[in-house]
């Protein structure tokens, strides 16, 4: 589909994000209004969750790592500012709005899941969402929640395709990478880096590991964050004249606060998690080298061309 152009990829997007958030939205209603019979005691934890030493805090990192994916959206709009009017407007209000949807649409639909299944159900249920229909539609929850699936799937996948494409295709274009992922088709896409990005997908797709593919996701994640935030304080200091066309609010408290629990986050889950802490470090090691030897090659370049297209004194 994104095949097809930019304005098609777009649409898409747009039409697809717009049936998802109805559909939770009416979900989240259903179970409301169409309520069933509560325990009295659908708080409570199951005793072996809360027996357990350590498993709480476990439990929480393994949450954790499955909302960092789940958000990891937000700063999404910014691969796309070059084909954005006015980015400068539009960048901060497409974040913080994206940021706002995504925070009511899954806090009413937890709160819905929390009213219609007692606690140590939605604990050993692997699929919340589709017990929760089964229990509001009967035998039609399945089908419900099956719909429901397949719409925010293709809507969570169009978006990382759309962007993957984007950031080779500028890594191309600027001589990071072969040019010819640089190469654009009638319809506007980046086609070569669309096609490497899906051939990736589904070699990770086969590789049929998906709770490692999110904790390693998660980790690669976080690590990005922190070298985000590590960089604003550096940007601030080194130029501090820059037009900044927004305001960041309580600066520099709110990022030195993310930047800690970030560290924070990446501690837990190498203490937790190490095996696929590792397996992430050890593959953003692996990219120094390769970025060392590229850059290299793209300053000999540049300066061979330098010199072939320099004017005899």
Known sequence: MNWLGLRAGSRIQELTSLIKAIALIAFVVACFVISPHRASDRFALPPSLAATKGGLLLGVLLALQAVIITYDGWYFAIYFAEEDND?????PRSSIAGVLACIAVYALLNMALLHVLPMNKLAGSEVPGADA???????RGKQFILVLAMVTVLSALNAP????????????????????LASVNSGGTPSAALLV???ASIVLILSGGYERLIGVA??????????GFCALFALRIREPDLPRPFKAWGYPWPNLGVLLASAAFLVATVVRDLKDALFTLVLIS???????????????RTSTSDAITAPPE
């Open 133 to 139: 229909a089964m229990a509001i539609f009967g035998g």
């Open 218 to 227: 998660s980790f690669l994640v976080v690590v990005l964050y922190l070298s």
């Open 197 to 199: 990005v899906s051939l």
């Open 286 to 300: 692996l990219s120094y080298p390769v970025y060392f030897f590229v850059a290299k090659s793209k300053l000999l």
């Open 87 to 91: 980015p400068a407007r539009n960048l």
């Open 161 to 180: 395709v759309l962007l993957s494409c984007r950031i080779l295709f500028g890594m191309g274009r600027d001589g990071w990478l072969p040019r010819w």
